[in-house]
Each structure stands twice: as structure tokens, then as C-alpha cells.
């Protein structure tokens, strides 16, 4: 069964820095493309990031450039999101989703970690 | 960036009603888009991609059409495990986006 669990969420305060994990398990982590998608309180799902199988190759929604990092240890089956400068803004469930036709579409989906980022 | 517009951004329907919830792009998406499911407190689950190609377990009253920029999702008999929120993505150019979401609710 494939399954990814996300962790590292909580609570931080502006400026404050966070880094997510998702564990990813049930199949071959290493040939999929891996996403973060995020949904703040109440609203939509917004995409954050992407990442390639070997990790070569990303790219970051606007909001996050130059804030956020997405990485992966292929050999620990894990993705990971490094998140620093953070604002009020980021707060939002965290998704980690795969991608395994290299599409930028989403199957399956964690089941998310809430970042807070308040005072 | 490729804005998706839902609508409606609610409805409320009856078990065995015939649901239709419609996705416009802001400029032709070539039927890469892909529709999802959300339960509240639960992740967002894959239910067709390519615009009409149904995601495998889910079931067949869940169909997708359209092309260029408008694109439907219909639920041909609404059952009680259907009411959630809808989400089109389009995936044909980065960064991919959704659509605000349109919620199902029972009437």
C-alpha cells in the first residue's frame, strides 16, 4: 500500500524557521517526482513546490522562492521541505503528494501537517 | 499562471441527484486538468486526470468532459459518501493551479 506521512509541523513564530518530512513507503520513491501542496484554514489548495526523482531539478511557487527548500534522501525513502522567513501567511496544512507520471498532478496525498506561524 | 475558475462554489443536492461542477481555464489547458475529491480533515484523493480518464477504485458515476478552456466534472447519482469539496487542477503548465473548490452539500 503506498502510504506517505508528513511530520515536523507546530507552532513558530515569525521569522522562525520549520522543516518538514514526509516517509514515503509501498512503492519506489526513488523514480517519482514529489510534490507539497498546501491549504491554509478554510481555503484551497495552493501548490508550494516540486521536486524530481534524483533531486537535480525544482521549482518553488512565487510566494516560497528563496524562502523554502524542497529536498529528498532517496536512500531513506523521505521528503523533505525546508522552510524559513516564516510568515503569517504560511500557515496551512502541508501536503506531500507524489507524482508518478511527472505531470504536476497529485496521487496519492499525505495526510498533512499543520504549520502555525503566529506570535 | 493559468487561473481556474469552479462554479458553483456551492451546491446542495439530494442523494440520486445528478451533480455537474464546472472548471474554466484562463487559456486553453489541452485536457490536462485533473478533478479531487476532499472530506473534511482528510486529504485531497485523485478521482479522474486528463480531463476525463477515471482514476482506478473510483466509481463510474464520476465522469469528466470538455476541452479547451471548460471542463465538467458530473456525478450521475449523488450518494451519501459524495458530499465534499470538488477541486480542478490543471497540470498543463507550471506552476500548476486549482480551482477555489466547489462544496457539495446534502439538501
Known amino acids: 500500500e503506498v502510504q506517505l506521512v508528513e511530520s515536523g509541523g507546530g507552532l513558530v513564530q515569525p521569522g522562525g524557521s520549520l522543516r518538514l518530512s514526509c516517509a514515503a513507503s509501498?512503492?519506489?520513491?526513488?523514480?517519482?517526482?514529489m510534490h507539497w501542496v498546501r491549504q491554509a484554514p478554510g481555503k484551497g489548495l495552493v501548490w508550494v513546490s516540486r521536486?524530481?526523482?534524483?533531486?537535480?531539478?525544482?521549482s518553488y511557487a512565487d510566494s516560497v522562492k528563496g524562502r523554502f527548500t524542497i529536498s529528498r534522501d532517496n536512500a531513506k525513502n523521505t521528503l523533505y521541505l525546508q522552510m524559513n522567513s516564516l510568515r503569517a501567511e504560511d500557515t496551512a496544512v502541508y501536503y506531500c503528494?507524489?507524482?508518478?507520471?511527472?505531470?504536476?498532478?497529485?496521487?496519492?496525498w499525505g495526510q498533512g501537517t499543520l504549520v502555525t506561524v503566529s506570535s | 499562471d493559468i487561473q481556474m475558475t469552479q462554479s458553483p462554489s456551492s451546491l446542495s443536492a439530494s442523494v440520486g441527484d445528478r451533480v455537474t461542477i464546472t472548471c474554466r481555464a484562463s487559456?486553453?489547458?489541452?485536457?490536462?486538468l485533473a478533478w479531487y475529491q476532499q472530506k473534511p480533515g482528510k486529504a485531497p484523493k485523485l478521482l479522474l486526470y486528463?480531463?476525463?480518464r477515471l482514476e482506478s477504485g473510483v466509481p463510474s458515476r464520476f465522469s469528466g468532459s470538455g476541452s479547451g478552456t471548460d471542463y465538467t466534472l458530473t456525478i450521475s447519482s449523488l450518494q451519501p459518501e459524495d458530499f465534499a469539496t470538488y477541486y480542478c487542477q490543471q497540470y498543463y503548465s507550471t506552476p500548476p493551479t486549482f480551482g477555489q473548490g466547489t462544496k457539495v452539500e446534502i439538501k
Open positions: 509501498g512503492f519506489t520513491f526513488s523514480s517519482y517526482w
Open positions: 486528463a480531463a476525463s
Open positions: 503528494a507524489s507524482d508518478p507520471w511527472q505531470l504536476n498532478w497529485f496521487d496519492p
Open positions: 521536486i524530481n526523482s534524483d533531486g537535480s531539478s525544482t
Open positions: 487559456q486553453g489547458i489541452s485536457n490536462s
